[in-house]
């Protein structure tokens, strides 16, 4: 696990703004990092239930932000994109919510700095959230870089807003959210020698999902395939079950993946079959 103390000084900061009382989660803002590359930026609490900072990686992490956004509402297809995210959380929670260690370097933290951590949804939480994985803490330098950055940035944002208006930072003022054929102009966030400044850019459009298509070049085996009786067609389909499968190692945990089959004649489901690569 990486949680650092320039981590938790970024994630206080941002703490101390409230911002989630100025922006909600439609409020979408970018952050240049410091390698080059853009992330996408989305701020809860509003709602006053769940506060955090969602980071999401590139193009491939906004989309995975869009379809959840924009689901359906149906069981399947929120398990389906779910367990597709792609990005970084930084939640705060109350005491009771965070595990011990966190907690522990959390307390040695305020107390060497002289930091009272508030009492309500003041506990700093980082996890990683990758597709068909898991929700686990930061174990990658570069995510941990990420996050910090990507709260330092939000934090500059946020305390913007306190003397400026909505559009001023180049914010939508009607809140709207982004839609999956791209293109909402949105603050860019970045940082330079002289501090922070704020450009803009165009939000990303929706990309596709895209699916391992194995190569089948058996003769033999494809000859004998096509000779088998046929009884009909079968419907195939690979889902994810958001269930983790706990390594022996500190890793993070797989979601297995099932393959269901259904009959089309009857409707049918076939004997699933469950595999974790």
């Not at 779910?82 to 307390?107: G, W």
């Not at 939508?172 to 400044?197: A, Q, R």
Request: aromatic share 10%.
């Amino acid at each position: 696990m990486i949680l650092t103390d320039s981590m938790l000084d970024a994630a206080f900061r941002f703490r101390e703004t409230e911002a989630w009382k100025m922006l909600d989660d439609s409020n979408i803002f970018a952050v240049r990092l410091s390698n080059g590359q853009n992330v996408y930026c989305t701020i809860m609490g509003n709602g006053g239930e769940h506060y955090s900072l969602g980071i999401y990686i590139n193009e491939e992490g906004f989309s995975s932000y869009l379809r959840i956004l924009n689901s359906d509402g149906s069981m399947i297809n929120n398990l389906r994109y779910v367990t597709k995210a792609d990005c970084i959380n930084c939640d705060f929670m109350q005491a009771k919510e965070i595990d011990n260690k966190v907690k522990k370097i959390i307390r040695q933290y305020a107390e060497s700095h002289g930091i009272s951590i508030p009492r309500k949804h003041g506990w700093v939480d980082f996890t990683r959230v990758k597709p068909y994985k898991a929700q686990w803490c930061i174990t990658d330098s570069d995510d941990a870089m990420i996050a910090e950055e990507a709260l330092r940035a939000a934090t500059f944002l946020a305390n913007e807003l306190k003397d400026k208006g909505y559009e001023e930072v180049g914010l939508d003022p009607n809140s709207d959210y982004p839609s999956n054929k791209g293109g909402t102009e949105i603050p860019l966030i970045v940082h330079d020698d002289n501090g922070y400044s704020i450009l803009s850019t165009l939000t990303p459009a929706l990309k596709d999902m895209e699916y391992v298509s194995p190569i089948f070049n058996n003769d033999i085996l494809a000859h004998n395939v096509a000779n088998m009786h046929k009884t009909g067609t079968i419907f195939c389909r690979l889902e994810h079950i958001p269930s983790p499968i706990m390594p022996e190692d500190d890793v993070q945990p797989q979601l297995p993946g099932m393959f269901i089959m259904i009959n089309q004649s009857d409707g049918e489901m076939l004997p699933p079959y469950t595999t974790v690569d």
